[in-house]
């Protein structure tokens, strides 16, 4: 085969000229320089080198893996270099399905709330709330809370804020009580380990098991301190349907939405009765 101009090999192979030079310049192909006119002179095997080149990097290798697959005396050391990226991918699909799984759970979430503002549901509450980062309002500037908050909202794309709202405020007392923080289910895969090293760290942690509750759904127009008798409304159509509660109500931030100039928090409300 004779030797190819680099205008020659792009359309041979599919690929613009930059893209045959980048390569060049990583030393995956070496082509000769015409002493004539210093025109790039390709071979068969620049050729191959670029295609396989471009195979890896299409896979996910970087371009300095994609060398070294090339460049590999050991095919076993190559079938290795394999063997990882392919555990990658796995790892990364594993990540897609739990990411695809939350973000239907979010929608059923966002829309099931949408239709219960104003109305109690009978369900059971499978969750314990772990309260922190922002507690009764204040910030709380502890190292070692906001590197676990930064790891959970690593894990949990949609992480929402989430409200405990105590017994008394449904008891008659209209002043409430209120801490924020980021909330994590008992049926979540790293609750126990993230527990754990809360508990550690000597977090304060609220915990319920599951019990039978009432959810609704609420608006606010201000996502900071809960203004007192703010939840008056839904307190009083709470104990209308019959209701009294038996422990903390557990509420979670779903959605953040506008109405003309304002802006309103869309909270689900689980409330134990």
Not at 28 to 41: A, G
Not at 93 to 116: I, K, M, N, Q
Request: net charge negative; with cysteine.
């Amino acid at each position: 085969m004779r030797k190819l101009r680099i205008g020659e090999l792009s359309g041979l192979v599919g690929a613009n000229a930059s893209a045959l030079r980048f390569w060049e310049e990583r030393g995956i192909t070496e082509p000769e320089k015409d002493s004539d006119n210093s025109y790039r002179l390709y071979s068969a095997e620049d050729s191959c080198r670029f295609l396989m080149a471009r195979r890896y990097r299409s896979f996910g290798f970087s371009v300095d893996a994609a060398k070294a697959l090339i460049g590999a005396a050991d095919p076993e050391g190559g079938d290795a270099l394999l063997a990882r990226r392919l555990a990658e991918l796995d790892d990364e699909a594993r990540r897609a399905v739990a990411l695809r799984d939350e973000l239907a759970r979010y929608r059923r979430a966002c829309s099931s709330a949408r239709r219960e503002v104003g109305r109690f549901e009978p369900d059971v509450l499978p969750a314990s709330s772990y309260i922190f980062t922002i507690e009764r309002g204040a910030f709380v500037g502890d190292s070692v809370r906001l590197e676990l908050s930064r790891r959970w909202t690593e894990r949990l794309p949609f992480a929402s804020f989430a409200l405990y709202v105590p017994r008394e405020a449904f008891s008659g007392a209209r002043e409430c009580h209120v801490s924020w923080g980021f909330g994590l289910g008992d049926d979540h895969p790293d609750s126990r380990a993230v527990v754990g090293a809360a508990r550690a760290a000597g977090m304060d942690i609220l915990t319920m098991e599951a019990r039978r509750c009432v959810r609704t759904a609420f608006y606010r127009d201000d996502p900071r301190d809960m203004r007192p008798g703010e939840l008056s409304p839904v307190i009083d159509a709470f104990h209308e349907a019959g209701y009294e509660a038996s422990g903390p109500a557990i509420g979670h931030l779903l959605e953040v939405a506008g109405a003309g100039d304002s802006t309103r928090y869309l909270y689900a409300l689980y409330i134990p009765v």
